[in-house]
Every structure is written in C-alpha cells, then in structure tokens.
C-alpha cells in the first residue's frame, strides 16, 4: 500500500508543478504587436556617405549623401530595401532606388557580406544598379556598420551616365 501512496504522491506532485509552470507562464506578459513584429521582421535605417566615381572620360568624382530603410522577413532569403540619395557631381542627382538584397551566411556574427540590385529613379529617368556590400556588427549591439559599393546606369535620352559610388554608413536595427 505505501509504494500506491508514493506513486500517487509522485503523479499529483508532478501535476502540481506542471500546472504551476502553465500559470506562471500565463502570467508573462505578452509581447504587443510592434514587439513581436520586431522579432519576426528585421527592420534597419541606414545613413551613408561616399565618394561617386563617374564612369565618363570626362567626369569629376563627387560625393553622396543619404539613406536606406531596410526590411527582411523572418523566412525570405531575401531582404527589401529603399534608398534615398542625393549625388554631387559636376551636376546634383537625387536617387531613388528600391532593391533587393541577399545576405551570405559565413558562420561570423560579426561579418556578412551580401549583393543588392534593384531600380529606381535618377531626377525623373529611370535607372538600375547592382553591387555588393558587407554588414560589420558590435557583438551585441544593435548597431553596426556597412560599405558597399554599385553600378548605376541610368537611362537618360542621348546620355546614359554611368555611376560607382562607394559608401560607407551606420546601420541600425529596430
């Protein structure tokens, strides 16, 4: 008879601390939307600064000056991006461009480097680019740093300029 007692003391011991595990897990607050959308979704802003290397034999470099919104989904091999730029050549353009970046795992939480193409507007004429960029982290920081450069060719009547800036920014994750 004492071994059915201690089973049964055992089972409604395991029954306890089971249900009491499930309540103080209840109690935990949850997480709002803009919270779990957060750990679902990586969101960056991206302010940058470079050097713009026109392609032409008659182009002097100028700089750059801007920003991107980033957005990557939790299961999506790629990411999405926005940039808005202003370029200072021997004329100003303002750029912007949506693209589409894919990051290359490297087993480094420190390192990732990835390619980026995308579309855009260049002052009302169209344009597309490509490139390739690296992300550098501050283990355990939401911030970080990046360099990229691409090749812009916008498609402008009688002239396409073609354009390689080389940027270097900040990014931020939110």
């Not at 355990?140 to 691409?150: D, H, L, Q, V």
Request: net charge negative; proline share 9%.
């Amino acid at each position: 008879m004492s071994k059915m007692i201690r089973s049964a003391a055992v089972l409604l011991g395991l029954i306890a601390l089971a249900s009491r595990a499930e309540a103080q897990a209840a109690a935990q607050p949850k997480p709002g939307p803009l919270k779990a959308a957060a750990t679902e979704y990586s969101f960056e802003i991206r302010p940058t600064l470079g050097l713009v290397i026109p392609l032409a034999p008659s182009g002097d470099v100028g700089w750059d000056i801007g920003g991107s919104f980033r957005v990557r989904p939790p299961s999506w091999p790629l990411g999405l991006q926005l940039d808005l730029i202003w370029m200072d050549l021997d004329y100003s353009l303002f750029q912007f461009t949506a693209d589409a970046f894919f990051p290359f795992a490297t087993g480094s939480t420190s390192f990732e480097p990835y390619i980026i193409a995308g579309l855009g507007m260049y002052d009302g004429e169209f344009g597309i680019n490509a490139g390739v960029g690296a992300d550098f982290a501050i283990s355990g920081s939401p911030i970080g740093f990046f360099a990229e450069t691409r090749f812009h060719v916008v498609f402008e009547p009688g002239d396409n300029p073609n354009l390689l800036p080389i940027n270097a920014g900040v990014r931020i994750r939110f």
